[in-house]
């Protein structure tokens, strides 16, 4: 092996002549004080490369999928680097959406090993369609559902009454089929009989981050996010209530089913539950489960 990886690292070596031109052999001389340096050079880059590969170490390299809720991005871009450290050969890749959107595009055979929704409905429907594996499933933080309106040329809004009111022109909210921010959103106003009234100022948003984005550059006077979220923006948005008269969030997470890194995929999740990514996850705003 050391001397296929010395010659894919600097060529092969070249036969020494028979003779040189006093009629000496190269076998009774031997290479030259400047060759033999290089080629002990050579030999030992070529062993330390071999030792430092994953196959002298036995580790195995693999890539594990992680689809998360948008709200989990800036948690699980810090989260991600730390699990790579403390399992070597692992790569994470994070794929951020909205939950739904993630569901279907799970369905349609995009490769997936991690399933983290930002509520149990998405996951129930996971479930119930043979997408994840239910012995795997676990709630791994909460959060909170707030109504946030642009820092400049903000409305002065103090109650969800408010956004009747014609100050109030655009609301920014998650799509109610595949954002689950909108049906936290739908059934806080419901309960407050509101959802009908305020339906022709609703802003459609792909995901709650859009929905952020909507209302940090004023193209719309108010919009519903997580708490998480908010606080990404605190100089552009500000927050005026966090919402009541909808299912707690918890957002569970699950191995896909089906996915060829089931074991890496299930440290994952244990990781989550860990004392150090508990602490990363308190820091941007989530709280337990």
Request: proline residues 5%; positive net charge; without cysteine.
């Given at each position: ?6 010659g ?10 028979s ?11 031997g290479p030259?004080p ?5 080629l ?5 880059c070529a ?14 390299t ?30 994470v890749?994070?794929?951020f959406g909205a939950?739904?959107a ?5 369905a349609?055979?995009a ?7 930002a509520d ?10 043979k ?20 820092v ?9 009454n ?7 022109k ?12 909108g ?5 806080s106003l ?7 009234v ?9 995901n ?7 209302v ?7 919009g519903?996010v ?11 948005v ?7 008269g909808?299912?707690p ?16 995929a ?13 602490q ?10």
């Open positions: 092996m050391l001397q296929t990886l010395f894919s690292l600097f060529g092969a070596v070249p036969e020494s002549r003779t040189s031109q006093s009629g000496s052999t190269a076998g009774r001389d030259r400047g060759r033999r340096r290089g002990r050079l050579a030999a030992a062993a330390a490369a071999i030792a430092a590969s994953p196959m002298a170490a036995g580790a195995q693999s890539t594990l999928t992680v689809s998360a809720a948008a709200s989990l991005t800036d948690a699980f871009k810090t989260l991600a680097p730390q699990f790579e450290a403390a399992h070597p050969g692992v790569t890749r994070l794929n939950s739904g993630l569901l279907q595009q799970i349609q055979g490769p997936a090993d991690v399933f983290a929704s149990q409905e998405t996951m129930d429907r996971a479930v119930s369609q997408l994840v594996d239910p012995a795997t499933r676990a709630d791994f933080v909460s959060n909170a559902v707030v109504l946030i309106e642009p400049s040329g903000a409305s002065g809004l103090t109650s969800l408010d956004l009747t009111g014609p100050a109030v655009r609301i920014a909210v998650g799509k109610v089929a595949t954002v689950p921010v049906r936290y959103t739908k059934e419901e309960a407050a009989n509101l959802w009908t305020l339906e022709p100022k609703f802003v459609q948003a792909d709650v981050r859009q929905v952020l984005d909507y940090s550059r004023g193209e719309a006077d108010a519903f997580y708490r998480t979220d908010a606080a990404t923006q605190t100089g552009k500000k927050v005026v209530l966090t919402t009541t909808h299912k969030v918890r957002y569970p997470v699950a191995v896909v089913q089906g996915s060829s890194h089931a074991d890496q299930a440290r994952f999740i244990a990781f989550l539950a860990s004392e150090p990514a508990r990363v996850l308190e820091r941007y705003g989530f709280g337990a489960p």
